[in-house]
């Protein structure tokens, strides 16, 4: 069962151009939620992260928007950069899944920037 | 600085083989993590240590053993290979757990096909 669910799949976004990709949940259990970066052939990064008491975050040309009462939250890349090609995966923390908590991640969107 | 070591990086085995993915992280972590990443799929929970002789299954445990005894070392071990395990599979690490920060550390990975 799918506890966040992210679109699109797949974007394409011109140099200088605007990304954005979704993320919503239904569990309001989620706790603080995550986004990773992800090259081809490596392994998923820590890119910022946002808790659900603050609407927004910026850090650099990223920015997360969070709406509580909507369980959804977006990932906005301003002035997109072929560097910034990758996939993007969403995630949540539920603190109550197993002893420790569980992040929970979304089914990623592959970006990319064409020069 | 070598962080979250994955050995093999790829692997094929036959149907009904067993093997063995090695993980060792130089950090001092005492949170460890198994993730297999199937396409399109994100990420999911396979087992996690709280820290040396401590494990725990995830979300998908089905075919697979994990042993910590040390707090370096995590490996991650297939009985009886079957094509559903055909996956790659991360590791990653981290000094508080999910539910403080919800960063991980990943590896690069390990392709592991089943034929």
């Known amino acids: 069962q799918q506890q966040v669910k992210q679109s699109p799949q797949s974007l394409i976004v011109q140099k200088g151009g605007i990304s954005i990709i979704n993320c919503a949940y239904e569990n309001t259990a989620f706790d603080y939620f995550p986004w990773y970066q992800q090259f081809p052939g490596k392994g998923p990064a820590l890119l910022i992260a946002?808790?659900?008491?603050?609407s927004e975050k910026k850090e650099g040309r990223f920015t997360i928007s969070f709406n509580k009462s909507a369980k959804q939250f977006s990932l906005h890349i301003m002035d997109s950069q072929p560097g910034d090609s990758a996939t993007y995966f969403c995630?949540?923390?539920?603190?109550?899944?197993?002893?420790?908590?569980?992040?929970?991640f979304g089914k990623g969107t592959k970006l990319s920037v064409k020069p | 600085n070598a962080g979250v070591t994955q050995t093999p990086k790829f692997r094929i085995l036959k149907i009904g083989q067993s093997m063995t993915l090695q993980c060792t992280q130089d950090?001092?972590?005492?949170?460890m993590y198994w993730y297999r990443q199937d396409p399109g799929m994100g990420l999911k929970l396979i087992y996690y240590?709280?820290?040396?002789?401590?494990?725990d299954k995830g979300e998908v445990p089905n075919g697979y053993n994990v042993s910590r005894s040390t707090t370096e070392d995590f490996p991650l071990r297939l009985e009886l290979a079957a094509p559903s395990q055909t996956s790659v599979y991360f590791c990653?690490?981290?000094?508080?757990?999910?539910?403080?920060?919800?960063?991980?550390?990943f590896g690069e990975g390990s392709r592991l096909t089943v034929l």
């Open positions: 950090m001092n972590h005492n949170y």
């Open positions: 995630a949540a923390i539920d603190l109550y899944g197993g002893s420790q908590g569980n992040l929970i």
């Open positions: 990653a690490s981290s000094p508080q757990g999910i539910a403080n920060t919800g960063e991980l550390f």
């Open positions: 240590s709280v820290g040396a002789g401590i494990t």
């Open positions: 946002i808790r659900p008491d603050v």
